[in-house]
């Protein structure tokens, strides 16, 4: 198998990291901070960047990592990073990093986090993490992710994400390049993986919409108006975080659309790069509003694509002409 190893280590660093985010979210007393654009980071957010940071520089030491956090808050905050310290020993509690004298080890992991600083390149290794994906998700007791992707030469080889809540166990989600995807119960240690598949439907009318909790992730108006146009009567399935690319990839749903709010927005690398391969390995189409392919070789941000499409490979032509049509009515 291709990126063997390196699924192995992503699939370990992604069981550790959503352990952690599942302990903290199941305790109801989540400690965390407001960043300088407003949105919310909690202690599984630093503390599932840190672990996963440093088992995959512990495995590939070259390699570049894109991540959401930096520890700048965190280092003037010294009770969350000693909370954030008391989980990194509980879940990796094999890991040097996380062992020794307190002050040491917290700096250990302000480092660890900041592992995550690369601007991004098209060209050579690097992995985009994003440790807690839908942090409000998470912070309501709704669907979250924990998210990683290997990209070599801005292609995503492999994709893993850990969704903690998806389910009466969890789910682990992943995927090799031109090697399918799987997924198996994230709290069942006898369980068997199973093959991602799309539903295999062309009738745009028996499709099942996924799509963003958030109003302000997506245009939830103008994307309820195309799945009119498409014929579509079933009502959404709304959840936070790319969890929503793993329900498509298992067949509980057809089409996400993330439509943006501004055109000027750009997208994160993170949070789409493991729900990408998720779905093309499942057999599905990704694309952004225009019908091209999702580019992350263009730094942190899909910075040449606007919006996302994620659906079924039969309905994905017809979507994009609707998309088209109605957009033009608009203008």
Known sequence: MAFENELKVAINAVRKASALAFRVAESNNISGLQKEDKSPVTVADFGAQAVIISEIHKAFPDDKIVGEEASDELKANPSLANEIMKLTRE???DDERFKGDDEEVIKRICEAIDLGNYEGSP???QWALDPVDGTKGFLRGGQYAVCLALIVDAN????VIGCPNL??????YYAVRHEGGFWFPLRDPNAKRTPLQFRKISD???AQFC????SGHSALGRQSQIAKLMGITKPAIRMDSQAKYCELASGHADVYLRLPIKLSYEEKIWDHAAGSLLITEAGGVITD???LPLDFGQGRTLRMNKGVIASNSGLHGRIL??????ENVRA
């Open 289 to 291: 509003m225009y019908g």
């Open 167 to 172: 389910g009466d166990k969890g789910g682990l």
């Open 91 to 93: 879940f990796a509690p």
């Open 204 to 206: 745009p009318s028996e």
């Open 211 to 214: 799509e963003s909790v958030e």
């Open 123 to 125: 060209k050579g290794r």
């Open 321 to 326: 002409t609707i998309l088209a049509e109605y």
């Open 156 to 159: 995503v080889k492999v994709g």
